[in-house]
């Protein structure tokens, strides 16, 4: 039994998909966004840095048991033609009007779930819930990483059209994993953002734009490394389990020359960005009059009917539930 759990384990790091990043990266992401707010929030997040950074990874482990979490991770580009983005109105109605939403669910939609919960933020702001402030904070640095990975830009994304199965787990969760502790991520002071929408929609083309080197310069690699050195096995807890050899993997790390670091770094700037302008769109509220608020589970939960159902009335974006 402890093997199959190894197994499992093993399989939902290297071949998932929706797990962006892994969960070490997603969190660094949010606990790093915090130190780019300015003095009137920083104090707050600060206060919840432990909050925000731990339930960074909550949408990955929503998507097993929620109706549509899995589709608002990614989107397969590659569906779309030689030219996606002038393919795809970038507003949901309109995408709406010309795929279908089942057709949009089905290839991903990850540049409107983030625009999606910036919208719920703003809202948790206006009203001073200090309970989907914190939910939609951290959900809003999840779905922002994802759409920083190029693997969740394309239907090949674990490599599994080009004979390159692993390369997801490889790129998002073997590359942090070694070099994080390396990473600086101080992405400098956070922007207000006049259309969080278009800003999204950019990162995903750079995250489009960078595909071709994340796949051949693995391809590259692969025929000059041996099989027993491009894997290895590492303990991890009480069973050995198969992984890519370190030497292979800052190898092709360093072929992409900091691609990951940067990736990261862009996420942070991005996420502590769309923060701000969420706060600024709710009339900057006094956050340090909310720091002795500890939410319980029970709170968490609460007001998130109210709050989907102002979004249904007020915005026109996805409503799958996350």
């Not at 790091?13 to 929706?18: C, E, G, H, T």
């Not at 933020?121 to 951290?138: C, T």
């Not at 030497?247 to 923060?275: N, P």
């Amino acid at each position: 039994m402890r093997l199959l759990f190894s197994l499992i384990a093993f399989l939902c790091l290297n071949f998932s998909r929706a797990e962006a990043w892994g969960f070490l990266a997603h969190q660094r992401i949010n606990r790093m966004a915090v130190f780019c707010l300015p003095p009137e929030m920083f104090g707050f997040y600060k206060y919840h840095i432990d909050y925000v950074t731990a339930h960074a990874v909550d949408p990955d482990k929503r998507r097993y048991a929620v109706e549509g979490e899995a589709a608002c991770h990614f989107m397969d580009l590659d569906r779309y033609g030689l030219q996606p983005f002038d393919s795809i109105p970038t507003r949901w109605k309109d995408a709406v009007s010309k795929f279908s939403e089942d057709s949009l669910m089905a290839h991903g939609i990850v540049p409107w779930s983030v625009q999606r919960t910036y919208f719920r933020l703003v809202n948790a702001f206006e009203k001073k819930d200090v309970a989907g402030i914190l939910r939609y904070s951290s959900d809003l640095g999840h779905y922002v990483g994802d759409a920083h990975v190029p693997l969740h830009t394309t239907s090949n994304y674990n490599g599994q059209k080009t004979n390159q199965h692993g390369i997801h787990g490889l790129w998002e969760s073997r590359i942090p994993e070694l070099s994080m502790e390396s990473y600086v991520l101080l992405a400098g002071r956070c922007t207000f953002v006049d259309e969080p929408l278009t800003l999204v929609w950019n990162a995903l083309k750079e995250s489009y734009t960078a595909l071709d080197s994340v796949l051949l310069f693995e391809k590259e690699l692969t025929s000059r490394f041996p099989e027993d050195q491009k894997f290895n096995y590492e303990l991890r807890g009480a069973n050995a389990v198969r992984v890519y050899g370190a030497a292979f993997t800052l190898e092709y790390e360093s072929m992409m020359d900091g691609m990951v670091e940067r990736r990261m770094e862009a996420s942070v700037q991005m996420t502590s960005s769309l923060w701000y302008t969420a706060w600024v769109m709710a009339g900057q509220p006094d956050l340090m009059a909310l720091l002795d608020w500890h939410p319980s589970q029970e709170e968490l939960e609460s007001g998130k009917k109210e709050q989907d159902e102002w979004l249904k009335r007020v915005l026109n974006v996805p409503e799958h539930d996350h």
